[in-house]
């Protein structure tokens, strides 16, 4: 293929890229996997001659998605990278490179979403207290710590949106916490008495010891007084946890999937879970309606005739 064509395609990736990351306010790793899926579109048709993005034809992004196929890629990377393809396409006809949106009418097979093991109530409630006990002996990171677990599991926010708060952020006379979801999107998220009453010891008693200069008005600091690191979260939900015995090895992300999967046990609908999350589609929320079989089984014993 010639230099002329490796760069039309290298130039359109690139306002691609910029198209995701400024004017979509997408996350780092989000664009990064985009326009690699992208990338692998675009190494795929220039094999097949197609020397510019214009040229881009529906038969070129299935055969894409096949040679993918098979090469043994995941159901779930292969819905993922014909998602990547479509949006492509659709940006490259609205920005006006080509004249037609070649994968508009292209249908891949959705991923099977699992959900990964929840913390039990029963397991969470031992979590949270073995975090507060430490809290003696851990000083100013057992508070931040502990304030972190409560947070997490009362708000089921993301991980880079609990690093993201402020300290304006928490609105304890409400019962609220403001968060920046993806695409900068704002909610705000009920929270716990626990987890404000942890909040503020740590903003009172602990968060002094690590402030410095760098800290701003981050709600969560890390040991040299900056913005917490998501990598240090982790490590302490996994730290957390790990003091349970039956208590599952899971990260931060695990813990939104508890909030939510108890939250529906506990009797909440569907769209206020979907809102809780943040999450802009119902059909997204809908993943953890098959965790909650247990009250579904208890709802039909008590309402079905036949039962």
Do not use: N
């Not at 968060?207 to 302490?236: K, N, Q, W």
Request: aromatic letters at 4%; proline letters at 3%; hydrophobic letters at 40%.
């Amino acid at each position: 293929m010639s230099d002329a064509a490796d760069l039309a395609w290298d130039r359109a990736i690139e306002d691609y890229r910029r198209h995701l990351a400024v004017e979509r306010d997408l996350s780092e790793h989000t664009v990064r996997g985009y326009a690699a899926d992208v990338r692998g579109l675009a190494d795929h048709a220039e094999r097949m001659g197609v020397r510019e993005p214009s040229a881009l034809s529906l038969q070129v992004v299935r055969s894409y998605l096949a040679a993918q196929r098979s090469l043994g890629r995941a159901r779930s990377t292969l819905a993922r990278r014909g998602a990547s393809a479509r949006d492509f396409t659709a940006w490259l006809q609205r920005t006006g490179r080509s004249e037609q949106d070649a994968a508009a009418s292209l249908v891949t097979p959705s991923g099977r979403r699992e959900l990964p093991s929840v913390v039990s109530a029963a397991d969470m409630r031992a979590v949270l207290d073995a975090a507060a006990e430490r809290v003696e002996t851990d000083s100013a990171t057992g508070l931040r710590d502990l304030a972190i677990m409560e947070t997490l599991y009362a708000t089921g926010v993301r991980v880079s949106e609990l690093a993201g708060l402020d300290l304006g952020d928490v609105d304890r006379a409400r019962g609220v916490v403001r968060v920046f979801g993806k695409g900068r999107k704002e909610r705000s998220v009920p929270c716990g008495r626990p987890a404000l009453e942890a909040i503020e010891r740590w903003v009172a008693s602990g968060r002094p010891e690590f402030a410095t200069e760098a800290s701003g008005r981050a709600l969560f600091l890390g040991a040299r007084g900056g913005r917490i690191d998501p990598r240090v979260v982790r490590e302490v939900v996994h730290r957390r946890l790990a003091a349970v015995d039956s208590a599952p090895d899971l990260g931060p992300h695990g813990l939104r999937h508890t909030a939510a999967t108890h939250l529906l046990d506990g009797g909440a609908d569907l769209r206020s879970v979907q809102e809780f999350l943040g999450h802009a589609s119902i059909g997204t929320t809908q993943i953890y309606t098959h965790v909650s079989d247990d009250r579904l089984r208890a709802a039909f014993r008590q309402a079905h005739p036949r039962a």
